[in-house]
Each structure stands twice: as C-alpha cells, then as structure tokens.
C-alpha cells in the first residue's frame, strides 16, 4: 500500500472549517483514501474514504485533487470534540487482504 | 456506522496468567477481523488477520504462540494473552471489515479497545 505523509499537528478554532491535508504521491490506480481519527484512549473511529471523486458525509468531507497525489479532510464546523489524531491512509479496498496501515497522523486540537 | 463491541474494556493481571479478549461485530457479518496493539505516543501496530475458520496470519514480530487468535463465528474473534508479562501492557484494538458487493471499497470499523496492564 502507497505511504502517506501528514502535517503532526494542526490548530483549528471551535466552529471554524478545518481542512487537514494529506500527500500520498505513490497511489496507485486501485487505492482508496481512507480516514480515520482516533480520541484519546478510544478505538480508532471510520471517518470517510473515496477513489477519485469528492465525497461527503455526515461527518466530513474528501477532496482528492484530480491527479489523486493528495486529498484534504474538511471537517466543516470543528467542535472541542474533534480533537483527536487524524489518519489518511491509502489501501486496496476490494477483495483480497489488505489491511489498514497506520503512520503517525496529524493531532488536530480545536480551541475554544 | 457498524458497531465493533471488545470485552473487557480493561483488565489488570498477575504476571504468568493468561487473559482473553472478546471482539464482536454486533450488526454485520466479518469474514476478516483484525488485531492492534498501541503503545503510549504511538501509533497502531497490526498483529494479526484472522479469517473465520482458519488460521490466524501473524505479523513478522508477533509470537503466535503467546497471542493466540480463534475467529469462530463471522461474529466473534478472541485474543488470548498467554502467560501474559510487563512488557504485554498495551493497549488491544480489535477490527472487523464490512464487505461489500459489486466491487465498491469495503471498510474497517474498530472496537473501543482493552487496556492491559500486567503487573
């Protein structure tokens, strides 16, 4: 599975759009965009994934840049509660056995 | 989303006991389930995929003798910590993938985790 590379952490104001950022430039043709975020001392929580085509949900956004090197999380109204670390990562989604690997991630912080 | 359930959510033991962790899938059926560990500040290890039914693929690293996985049901996967040490103090996350069909992306969810601490 292609690598990902994050910013460590972010700052984000209660109520104000936080748009975290992700590079993976090796992604291959048949990769989804994963994203995940973990609370302190929690079980890492599904956010969103997609292939090529901006999605959202309930929770946030994805924007995957045509070229699909790169993609942001817009999580659009930031509360104290989404403060937590913040995974992308990038995998095969379909049949066989691949798994999700974990880098650091990017611990976003939400100030009030 | 789907719902991964771990029991206990923490334990505390003797060195040289064994403990056993419970990971369900409570509203959909896992052919594949998975294994983490996390220590302090870091990131998520994988340990192990169990397949239902069959044997458990350890990752390079990982003793399959000390954490014993069993897959029995497309609901239940179980990990033993065999004559559990210091040093197993971790942090224990269970996964379960949601297949799909048609060919759309299938997805992790995660359970809430076990705290071990051995003493």
């Known amino acids: 599975d292609a690598k990902t590379t994050q910013p460590p952490s972010m700052d984000c104001a209660e109520g104000r759009a936080a748009n975290l950022p992700c590079n993976h430039s090796?992604?291959?043709?048949?990769?989804?965009v994963y994203w995940y975020r973990q609370i302190h001392s929690q079980g890492p929580q599904y956010i969103i994934h997609?292939?090529?085509n901006n999605e959202t949900n309930e929770m946030a956004s994805l924007i995957i840049t045509e070229d699909r090197k790169s993609s942001t999380l817009i999580l659009p109204h930031a509360t104290l509660r989404d403060t937590a670390v913040y995974y992308c990562?990038?995998?095969?989604?379909?049949?066989?056995?691949?798994?999700?690997?974990f880098g650091k991630g990017t611990m976003l912080l939400v100030s009030p | 989303g789907a719902v991964v359930s771990q029991h206990p959510s923490r334990v505390i033991c003797k060195s040289g006991t064994s403990v056993k962790i419970e990971c369900r899938s409570l509203?959909?059926?896992?052919?594949?389930m998975f294994w983490y560990r996390q220590f302090p500040k870091q990131s998520l290890m994988l340990m192990a995929t169990?397949?239902?039914?069959?044997?458990?693929?350890?990752e390079q690293g990982v003793e399959k003798d000390k954490f014993l996985i069993n897959h029995a049901s497309l609901t239940l996967s179980t990990l033993t910590v065999t004559s559990a040490h210091p040093e197993d103090s971790s942090f224990y996350i269970c996964?379960?993938?949601?297949?799909?069909?048609?060919?759309?992306?299938?997805?992790?969810?995660f359970g809430p985790g076990t705290r071990l601490t051995v003493l």
């Open positions: 996964s379960a993938r949601r297949g799909t069909s048609g060919g759309r992306a299938d997805t992790q969810y």
């Open positions: 090796t992604i291959s043709g048949n990769e989804y």
């Open positions: 997609g292939l090529k």
């Open positions: 990562i990038v995998r095969v989604a379909t049949g066989g056995y691949s798994t999700l690997t």
């Open positions: 509203d959909f059926q896992a052919t594949t």
């Open positions: 169990s397949n239902e039914g069959s044997k458990a693929t350890y």
